[in-house]
């Protein structure tokens, strides 16, 4: 059962029950009851996330695809996995908000350089090999079959 909104306090005591209170509010055209203040701050809040999301799945691209082409003697099989992992959590996400595509080219410059950073320090590598600028287009960071090896395999053929 949902709770009536008495005390504004309830976001604060009970996350998950004030969420369901404003969600049966809204169904219920009872806008005089709801929580505008945190609300708002809440919506605001969700597009931080699909943001952050975005971010952090380029970063991991980007840092494994920079380990791929860079230290290849390195190499895991995991990388192809936490590559093809994070090109899916972005599809979706740009699937779900197409408007986020401009957002992840405006933050693709700093993603490298973080990743750029991250990679030579899980490495151990100096930071010098790693290229000042992005030596990735784009396109290939999001295409699903391009790896830096020009390796392509059978699986992807199947793959949706």
């Not at 390195?74 to 090109?87: E, F, H, L």
Request: hydrophobic share 35%.
């Amino acid at each position: 059962m949902i709770m009536q909104l008495d005390n504004p306090s309830l976001y604060d005591q009970d996350f998950d029950l004030w969420l369901r209170t404003m969600a049966n509010l809204l169904k219920e055209n009872r806008l005089d009851e709801l929580d505008y203040e945190n609300l708002a701050e809440e919506i605001q809040s969700l597009t931080h996330r699909e943001q952050d999301i975005l971010e952090e799945n380029l970063e991991i691209i980007l840092i494994h695809l920079l380990k791929w082409k860079y230290q290849p003697e390195t190499w895991s099989n995991s990388w192809r996995i936490m590559i093809d992992q994070s090109r899916k959590k972005i599809y979706q996400c740009l699937l779900q908000s197409p408007s986020l595509q401009q957002y992840l080219h405006d933050v693709l410059d700093e993603c490298y350089k973080h990743a750029r950073r991250m990679v030579a320090i899980e490495t151990g590598a100096s930071l010098e090999i790693f290229p000042e600028t992005n030596p990735f287009a784009e396109d290939e960071i999001l295409d699903r079959t391009f790896l830096p090896d020009g390796f392509f395999p059978q699986y992807y053929e199947d793959y949706n």
